[in-house]
């Protein structure tokens, strides 16, 4: 499965793309809102993760941009070491799968996307 991951914290894109990764997923990432745009824009993926808060463009403003530019269902989870009440409505409202907090097990991570896609790995 092809999984789209933005995310600008180093440490924790490396944790979780390697776990992945390791379970044999296909793994893109990108450190900004404005990499995950135009990525997005160009290559199909199974399933997405994006931080809330990224450079140039945030995590919510990129879920928007999938549901209503792209029209696509792909689902979303979101990941966010802000656990603010109008934050997670908003992501919501959006359309995202679901709204994680940080920080986050790898492990958790893969029974999320098992429960949106079925599938456990690659």
């Avoid at 180093?10 to 990525?39: F, S």
């Avoid at 290559?43 to 993760?49: G, S």
């Avoid at 009440?85 to 709204?99: C, L, M, R, S, T």
């Amino acid at each position: 499965m092809r999984i789209f991951y933005a995310e600008d914290d180093q440490m924790m894109q490396k944790m979780v793309a390697y776990a992945l990764i390791r379970m044999g997923h296909e793994v893109v990432t990108v450190d900004t809102g404005t990499e995950a745009i135009e990525t997005l824009k160009t290559e199909p993926f199974d399933f997405i993760v994006l931080d809330v808060f990224l450079p140039h463009y945030s995590g919510l403003d990129i879920a928007r941009f999938i549901r209503e530019e792209l029209k696509s269902e792909v689902p979303i989870i979101i990941l966010s070491r802000s656990g603010e009440e109008h934050i997670i409505k908003q992501a919501f409202e959006i359309g995202v799968n679901d709204y994680l907090t940080k920080p986050i097990e790898p492990d958790f991570l893969l029974v999320k996307i098992k429960k949106f896609t079925g599938i456990a790995s690659g």
